[in-house]
Each structure stands twice: as C-alpha cells, then as structure tokens.
C-alpha cells in the first residue's frame, strides 16, 4: 500500500516515506472509494474507525434543530475525520461529511490509531497540534456564524484566503455552497459580493477571486 502524498498530511509531519508505509502496512484493514455526492458519516454516528481521506474533497455540514444544513469546513486529502472527536467519551461524528468529488478513504480502528501513537511521539505530538489548531478554527467558525453582518463574515474569509503577497485564490464552493457556509441566502451574498466589487474591495472573474484594496477589506 503505498501513498506518496500522505507527507501533506498534518498527522504526520516530519515523518519519512518509509514510516508512512510501514505504519499503513500495520494499521489499514480497508480501502473505501466514494462516489461524487455520497454521505461518507452521518451527524449522530459513533466513531469506531480513524477515517482518512487520502483522495479527493468532501464538505462537513452540520443540521440544527431546526432542520437547516449549516456547512462547516471543506476538507481536501489527505485529512482525518473528526479527530477531536475519537476519542471523548461522546465519541459521535458531530457532522454530515459528503463527498463533493470521488474520494478514497483508508479505515483504521481508533484502538490500533491510539497503539501506535503510545508508540510514536511524533504520531502523538501531531495529533495533539492537529486538534488544537481544529479547536481554534471552531472557535472562529462558531464567532463568525454568530456574527451578524454578512459583511464581515465574507471579508473574514476572503482575508484567511489570501495573504499581502498573494492576493487572490480559487473558489472551490459553488456559491450555493458559499451561501450556505455563511448561514444566508444565496442571493443576499451576491449583493454582498456585487457590493465589495463597485467599491472596488475585489475583483471576480468566475471562480478566481483577487483582493483589489486589503486594506479597505480590514476595515470592514
């Protein structure tokens, strides 16, 4: 079993091709593939298996009580699902995860996961870090879905997406799919778009988004 691009993956940084391998040698007992569309887990499910996604792109979104779809994340390979979760005494998936192109999944047991990071230092270093930086991406999500403007919620993202030195980015959400992100309809986050380009704020041209005037976006 061989993956060369799990060296992208958070979970193990700093560790070789060679210790990657080994390390699926010992732990994988599947190999899933999904088609476009599918519901890989349901919000609600019990966490038994360290699900990688080694290829392709999925979205988590979470239902209220109320019934909405609020979108969380995109994850693109090679990630784990849910890892902050495996191992809470609530180990539940706290979201939907659906594939937005064909995926491939590697299924590890959480038991031979923990064995292996008793182990490994830097399995387990990378996991702690993993989940933290998971914890304050949350926290920023759950602040921006309580924020009210849909002003700054868009800047918010626009900003995280670019950098002074790179300004633009390729939109990988439909604008459905943005909207949906955000917590509002579709058409109140065009008008918010159509707003930030006559001021000037950036620039659209299909999916490619370029920040024209950062400062005036850190303003908002």
């Known amino acids: 079993m061989n993956y060369n691009n799990l060296t992208i993956c958070p979970l193990f940084k700093d560790m070789n091709k060679e210790e990657h391998d080994q390390f699926l040698q010992r732990n994988v007992k599947a190999v899933i593939n999904y088609k476009k569309g599918e519901t890989v887990v349901r919000q609600g499910e019990v966490i038994n298996y360290m699900y990688l996604l080694v290829k392709g792109i999925v979205r988590t979104q979470m239902i209220t009580q109320e019934g909405n779809a609020v979108e969380i994340e995109m994850l693109e390979a090679v990630m784990p699902l849910a890892p902050a979760f495996i191992f809470a005494n609530n180990n539940k998936y706290p979201v939907d995860v659906i594939t937005m192109e064909p995926c491939t999944f590697l299924k590890i047991p959480k038991s031979d996961w923990l064995n292996e990071m008793i182990h490994n230092e ?12 998971l914890a304050v991406f949350l926290s920023m999500k759950l602040q921006m879905i309580s924020l009210k403007s849909l002003k700054y919620k868009l800047a918010i993202f626009l900003l995280e997406k670019t950098t002074p030195e790179k300004n633009y980015f390729i939109l990988k959400r439909t604008r459905t799919q943005l909207a949906e992100y955000f917590g509002v309809q579709r058409p109140s986050l065009a008008r918010t778009i159509k707003e930030f380009e006559n001021e000037g704020i950036i620039k659209t041209d299909g999916r490619i ?4 005037d950062r400062n005036k976006l850190t303003r908002i």
């Open 122 to 133: 830097k399995l387990m270093i990378n996991f702690l870090t993993l989940n933290s930086n």
């Open 209 to 212: 988004i370029t920040i024209l």
